[in-house]
């Protein structure tokens, strides 16, 4: 039976690994100008943990084989080095490899989260609710009208709770549905949650932050293809959630200026 | 005066049945009632969890009698969009809490952790009586659940306010979600007086010449445990407590101001969101330690057992225990890299959450560098015990991703998590408790399992688990969403597929299940009786009749001589020597460990 | 791993006690038990006094109120029931070492605990009615939902004391006490006291 154990855990482990080797399930293509970061990390982490879940189990499967149904003539035997050894071993290669990691990947955290969006980004808002994402634009002069959280309204279509008669700001802003955003652009986006705490993400820009109601987040990003990507949901927010998502869209920068004249006409 | 026993009353057996088998103030039976309130909980979760698979695959099929359980939930047995979260929210509350620390920790710690230091009862017998009937009654309290209102709560596991803290954001949130945090604050009050009971024993309780580092692996795992189970619930506690005052007194700890919910502004201002993720997370992270410790002390145990050999060091895995337990406390963070905290926060957090790899890894490397020249005995607890090593390497290869910030950006909230963790609790922890199932039902139960059956058991459990949770990861790199009811979109859509590879490999896991409790209930009766040592084991609960007597060692006191992994021994008259035989030891082991 | 056939070297027994404990502790001194249980009562104060700083800075809205005075009485009460309850301990260990054979003033002490005990509950309640009258409520702010959290909690556990005390006479009355459960019971009650303490500083200098 032993035998049987070993070579069963070597069949799982090889076809574990065959996806992956296989890139049968991978990431989408990255459309971010910091994506690249994460997806060598990624890569590294993946060679350096397919190495010692391969080893680790062929090993363990080999020792099983070995050790198993012996003959009595047969002596305990050390493993060479010892505990010693082991855990030498252990904190010399694990030591270094986790640091080293985690040192490296502290670039890409920082490139999405220590840094602050720069001065000529784009500012689009978001707003999370049970369960949809808008978007709001500031229009020609450049400023968010203020939410009046008593004045959101979904039946009258009053998402962002916006005062068009009383607040001069507002008059211009624009409401959208979907986020168009042009190639190339620093986008400055404005995170604000309505109800309970959600989450936005898109796989291809490789971008992923809470909506946590009561704080003013934001992240930032670069777009650099074109296409029609989605906006999910990740964080549980009510039975709606597996159907909460938007699309952004990534424009060159005419098609995107045609977008946001025809939202602003339908305001 | 002196200082007379503070267990007089406790020095006659007990009468009657309640007092012998429902209210009993003996470890041993608080055990087997620990035991079996988890086994009765792990029916339901997994129940629940196939009920989740059911309908993300086959989302029109109506499903038998789940229409009675709950109409608005389930009309006509198709299941709805909340009643899939409120199904998912009671299989993750009663797996972690009623389940992985029950079973492992306060099941066969409360059998065997006085046994095996040598002492007849646990330290505050009453204590330990009260702590499993808290804990029934906060059973209770969650199952009701499924019963009120508009059912249980939908926020998951993790119950992330506001969601949990306004009963108006949906169904199961207003008396459900209530339930659900009266439930999990009476559990808290269960396992500190479990805690309580089970580190002042350890500390005070050891019989002659037990030190604490002649300990067993697994005593040492429940005693760490312990430690780590106080000081978390003991933060649990409060947060259940603020968040109750949050939902029924019109308090503000988590609920910020300017929300609006269906359209109306929510009575509540100032609250702080982030905070019930911190002080939930502060015990939540080490929580999981707890749900993992006691399994990687039973299976340090049984290995040894199967080995017929020690260790490479005692002492190390001992350390890597502690420092396990130590670094438990630095990681919560971890859990909230995206979630809008101080971002550099996330670096602090990595760089604990990778370091705590070290002694993981040192773990593995004794147990397979162990396993190296040693005379492997194959019966069904060696097998869960090497599985678990198995297990527990791909579960913690896959939480290295997760530890680094970067790369959690692209995986948090994906599959790959939830692949992670169910590597990790739902599969790793399991095969802990089926291991010492295997190991110590003949000495609970005074009967032998049938070994058939368990080898059985264990094949098909080992390879359906891996086929269930190894495809998660893909989905996970994929950006396959987690706890989405359904996958209706474009991007989602063609994963479907593994989806029901993932549901039918669930489905016949479970029916492996039942084979498990089949094997449990028949020998429980009708099994071979069993042997005092049926294992060749050499730790004192190895010295007792199967069962034990109410005072476990019959009045006697046992006294030992050495450390309880005196295996591989050449020149004594077996493989092995008992932890309280003088007989020849060896000389160099005793003080001079490898290290 | 070197193994030889020789006799076992003398074993390392720690110094006796009796077999139900290791090691040995001065006699009458409290459990390990109690220690654990103060270890988590700790952790849970803890736990909401840094919930309570996070709070303090989410929002603008602590809103500070007036400090009842009756809890600096309420505190020498507290204060005075520990020191009552020291004299306790002391004619009980009086009593057991078998010098004095009249329990009347140990039992005067421990009554005198006891109902200290009581009137610390009771002025806590005054501290609460009279916040009422000034329409403070637990909902009312931050400032004061942690109020009443602590000072409930608290008052709670002090009841609770007051329990282990009325458990730790009616022994004495049937002559069957330990030193070691006066000793636990002690230990709980003074660190009620402590806990009040700090409790009165923090609130003191946040509400």
Not at chain 2, 194 to 203: E, H, K, Q, V, Y
Not at chain 2, 397 to 409: C, H, M
Not at chain 3, 109 to 117: I, N, P, R, S, V
């Amino acid at each position: 039976m032993a035998k049987l154990v070993a070579v069963t855990l070597a069949l799982i482990t090889i076809a574990s690994a065959v996806p992956i080797l296989a890139h049968i399930w991978v990431p989408p293509a990255d459309i971010s100008t910091h994506g690249h970061l994460i997806d060598e990390q990624m890569s590294d982490t993946m060679a350096e943990a397919g190495i010692c879940f391969i080893a680790a189990q062929l090993i363990l499967a080999a020792f099983i084989w070995m050790f198993s149904n012996r003959k009595p003539g047969d002596k305990i035997k050390n493993f060479p080095g010892g505990a010693k050894g082991l855990v030498t071993a252990a904190f010399l290669l694990v030591g270094t490899e986790v640091l080293a990691l985690g040192f490296f990947g502290t670039r890409a955290w920082a490139d999405v989260f220590l840094t602050p969006a720069s001065a000529n980004s784009m500012p689009v808002q978001v707003q999370a609710g049970q369960f949809a994402f808008y978007f709001r634009y500031p229009g020609p002069d450049g400023k968010f009208g203020p939410i009046h959280p008593d004045k959101i309204n979904e039946a009258s279509q009053n998402i962002f709770g916006l005062d068009v008669d009383n607040d001069p700001d507002s008059k211009d802003d624009i409401v959208t549905a979907e986020m168009g955003v042009p190639m190339n652009k620093e986008i400055h986006l404005l995170m604000h949650a309505k109800d309970v705490g959600h989450s936005f993400y898109v796989r291809e820009l490789r971008m992923q932050q809470d909506f946590v109601p009561g704080l003013d987040l934001s992240l930032h990003f670069t777009a650099t293809k074109v296409g029609r990507y989605e906006i999910v949901c990740t964080q549980l927010c009510g039975l709606g959630h597996y159907n909460m998502k938007a699309y952004l869209n990534v424009m060159s920068q005419p098609d995107y200026d045609d977008w946001l004249k025809k939202q602003a006409s339908m305001q | 005066m002196h200082d007379v026993s503070a267990h007089l009353a406790h020095h006659t057996p007990p009468q009657g049945f309640i007092r012998k088998y429902i209210f009993s103030v003996d470890h041993k039976v608080i055990g087997k009632q620990y035991y079996g309130l988890g086994l009765f909980a792990v029916v339901i979760g997994m129940v629940l969890s196939w009920l989740m698979r059911i309908h993300l695959v086959w989302p029109n099929f109506a499903i038998p009698g789940l229409k009675w359980i709950s109409s608005a939930g389930a009309p006509g047995g198709i299941i709805t969009p909340e009643y899939y979260l409120q199904l998912m929210t009671m299989h993750g509350t009663l797996m972690v809490f009623f389940v992985l620390t029950n079973v492992p920790f306060a099941g066969f710690g409360n059998y065997f952790l006085p046994i095996q230091i040598g002492a007849d009862d646990m330290a505050f017998p009453r204590f330990n009586m009260m702590s499993f009937w808290v804990t029934f009654v906060g059973f209770c309290v969650l199952f009701a659940a499924f019963f009120v209102g508009d059912g249980p709560p939908l926020s998951g596991w993790t119950a992330y306010a506001p969601l949990s803290a306004i009963p108006g954001t949906g169904p199961g949130q207003a008396m459900g979600q209530t339930l659900w945090a009266i439930s999990i604050a009476t559990f808290c009050i269960g396992q500190l007086l479990g805690s309580l009971n089970f580190i002042t024993t350890t500390l005070d309780f050891r019989t002659k010449g037990m030190t604490l580092m002649r300990m067993p692996l697994c005593t040492w795992a429940w005693f760490i445990t312990s430690c780590i189970g106080l000081l978390a619930f003991a933060v649990l506690l409060p947060a259940c407590i603020l968040l109750i005052l949050d939902r029924v007194a019109g308090t503000s700890f988590f609920i910020p101001s300017n929300l609006v919910v269906s359209d109306q502004l929510v009575n509540h201002s100032g609250g702080s969101p982030l905070l019930w993720q911190h002080l939930f997370w502060f015990f939540g992270h080490p929580e999981v330690y707890i749900a993992i410790l006691p399994a990687v002390g039973i299976v340090s145990h049984i290995l040894v057992n199967s080995y017929r050999r020690p260790l490479l060091s005692h002492k190390a895995v001992i350390y890597c225990l502690m420092a396990i337990g130590f670094l438990s406390f630095m990681v919560w963070g971890h859990h909230m890299f995206v979630s809008g905290m101080n971002p550099f926060s996330a670096l602090v957090f990595s760089f604990p959450t990778l370091v705590i790899t070290i002694p993981f890894t040192i773990l593995t490397l004794i147990w397979i560098g162990s396993l190296y020249g040693s005379n492997l005995q194959i019966n069904s607890a060696s097998l869960f015990a090497l599985g678990f090593i198995s297990m527990l390497v791909t579960g913690g290869i896959s939480g290295f991703f997760l530890a680094q910030p970067s790369i959690d950006i692209y995986l948090h909230g994906t599959y790959f998590v939830v692949g992670h963790f169910h590597m990790v609790m739902g599969v790793a922890a399991i095969f802990g408790m089926f291991a010492g199932t295997y190991f110590w039902a003949s000495k609970m139960f005074g009967r032998m399992m049938n070994e058939t059956l368990g080898k059985i058991h264990f094949w098909g459990t080992f390879v359906g688990t891996y086929c269930i949770f190894m495809p998660f990861h893909y989905l996970g790199l994929v950006g396959n969403v987690r706890r989405y009811s359904a996958f209706v979109d474009d991007y989602l859509a063609p994963l479907i597929p593994v989806h029901k590879f993932i549901s039918i490999a669930a489905l016949f896991t479970g029916a492996v299940q039942l084979i498990f409790l089949y094997n449990l209930t028949y020998s429980r009766f009708k099994g071979a009786p069993a042997p005092v040592n049926p294992w060749n084991g050499t730790s004192l609960e190895w010295t007792v009749p199967s069962p034990p007597p109410w005072d476990n060692f019959g009045g006697r006191h046992p006294v030992v001589y050495h450390d309880p992994y005196q295996y591989g021994i050449e020149g004594s008259s077996g493989d092995y020597v008992m932890q309280d035989s003088p007989e020849q030891i060896q000389t160099v082991r005793e003080d001079k460990d490898l290290i | 791993m070197a193994t030889t056939l020789q006799p076992p070297p003398p074993t390392k027994f720690p110094s006796s006690g009796s077999r139900r404990r290791l090691k040995p502790r001065e006699p009458g001194g409290p459990s390990t038990g109690i220690w654990v249980g103060l270890a988590a009562i700790t952790m849970t104060f803890a736990a909401f006094t840094s919930a309570m700083v996070v709070r303090q800075g989410s929002a603008n809205d602590w809103r500070h109120f007036a400090f009842p005075l009756i809890l600096y009485v309420n505190t020498l009460v507290l204060v005075a029931s520990s020191l009552t309850l020291q004299m306790a301990r002391r004619r009980f260990a009086v009593l057991a070492s078998g010098v004095e054979q009249n329990v009347q003033p140990a039992f005067r002490a421990l009554y005198g605990t006891l109902f200290l005990g009581c009137l610390f509950v009771a002025g806590q309640s005054a501290a609460w009615l009279q916040l009422r009258s000034e329409g403070i409520y637990l909902a009312s702010a931050p400032s004061s939902s942690f109020f009443y959290v602590f000072t409930v909690l608290h008052a709670l556990h002090v009841v609770g004391g007051v329990f282990g005390l009325a458990y730790v006479i009616s022994k004495l009355h049937r002559g069957a006490l330990r030193l070691g459960t006066l000793s636990a019971a002690s230990l709980y009650w003074h660190f009620m006291g402590l806990l009040w303490l700090y409790l009165l500083v923090v609130l003191r200098f946040r509400i």
